[in-house]
């Protein structure tokens, strides 16, 4: 099973608003209400941030939303801030007990 | 404060087997699936396997499939992994993750433990 796709990198300045796609197939994305995110900063296990395609856990600012339209995902940040910066992994439930993630990507706040 | 302690990584040799435990601090460890997630240096994150609450149901990932087993002792609140036959490709740092509700979410992660097979 290949893994979902993400584009490998993103960027932005303070302030502004970036948004990280996330492609799957109707097999896993398009299939089931079950997108997360997550958060990983370097040397870092990963966060959730977003689960069950746009619901944030308590903690985390509402800066970070999401979505899903047919197969792709969708992560956006607004009011970009410095400590966003960091690896961004979309995840879903793939049928039959699975689990797939995406490839990451690398978000840079310029 | 919920927790989860890996340990048991190491450097192996190919061919070799490795036991990885996962500890559970600070909740109900037998009403919750868990998961094994590994990240290969540099690389994404890779679902490795999941137990379901009571243990009662496995499944994994195809990479692994027959080289790794997932047990859970909820009696000392301990989730598995047992490795055979160690590729160089299973090089990675393994989470333990604890599924949120009954979405595959992850919202508890351990620290990570490093397995580098050579």
């Known amino acids: 099973q290949s893994a979902l796709t993400q584009t490998p990198s993103a960027s932005g300045s303070p302030g502004q608003s970036v948004t990280i796609s996330c492609t799957g197939t109707s097999s896993d994305i398009g299939g089931y209400e079950s997108v997360s995110w997550y958060q990983q900063h370097p040397g870092r296990a990963p966060k959730l941030i977003i689960h069950?395609?746009?619901k944030r856990p308590s903690g985390v600012p509402d800066r970070f939303s999401a979505s899903k339209s047919g197969n792709t995902a969708s992560l956006t940040v607004s009011g970009l801030q410095a400590a966003d910066e960091a690896d961004y992994y979309c995840?879903?439930?793939?049928?039959?007990?699975?689990?797939?993630f995406g490839g990451g990507t690398i978000l840079t706040v310029l | 404060q919920v927790q989860l302690v890996e340990s048991g990584g190491g450097v192996v040799q190919s061919g070799s087997s490795l036991r990885l435990s996962c500890v559970d601090s600070g909740f109900t460890f037998g009403t919750y699936g868990m998961h094994w997630v590994r990240q290969a240096p540099g690389k994404g994150l890779e679902w490795v396997a999941l137990i379901w609450h009571d243990g009662s149901k496995t499944n994994y990932a195809e990479s692994v499939r027959g080289r790794v087993t997932i047990s859970r002792d909820t009696s000392k609140k301990t989730l598995f992994l047992q490795m055979d036959s160690l590729r160089v490709d299973d090089t990675a740092v393994y989470y333990c993750t604890r599924e949120g509700g009954d979405t595959s979410h992850m919202d508890v992660w351990g620290k990570g433990t490093t397995v580098i097979v050579s």
């Open positions: 069950d395609v746009n």
């Open positions: 995840s879903s439930y793939a049928g039959s007990d699975t689990v797939i």
